[in-house]
């Protein structure tokens, strides 16, 4: 639904009070090998995720510009990913 309406979405935040510089967020896949995050603002969201594919959940506020330390989920991706090369490494 967020992906389909983010136009919509965007343009009622903004029409309500939501300064355009707003940060927001599109997470596809959360929690999954194949999360996909995009960051933006209320101004540049919707074409910077034009292409994505439902579904999706749009984060809207401060909450958006602390995406990198709470990474919890790519950060830990990454380490399981260099623990099967580094074991596969190790086998050779």
Excluded: Y
């Amino acid at each position: 639904m967020g992906v389909e309406h983010m136009p919509e979405i965007v343009e009622k935040l903004i029409a309500c009070g939501r300064e355009a510089e707003t940060p927001a967020a599109l997470i596809r896949e959360g929690t999954t090998q194949n999360q996909l995050v995009i960051t933006g603002t209320l101004t540049d969201i919707v074409e910077k995720t034009r292409d994505m594919c439902p579904p999706a959940v749009l984060i809207v506020g401060e909450v958006v510009r602390f995406h990198e330390q709470l990474d919890w989920f790519a950060q830990r991706a990454q380490a399981l990913s260099f623990k099967s090369v580094q074991s596969e490494l190790v086998s050779l």
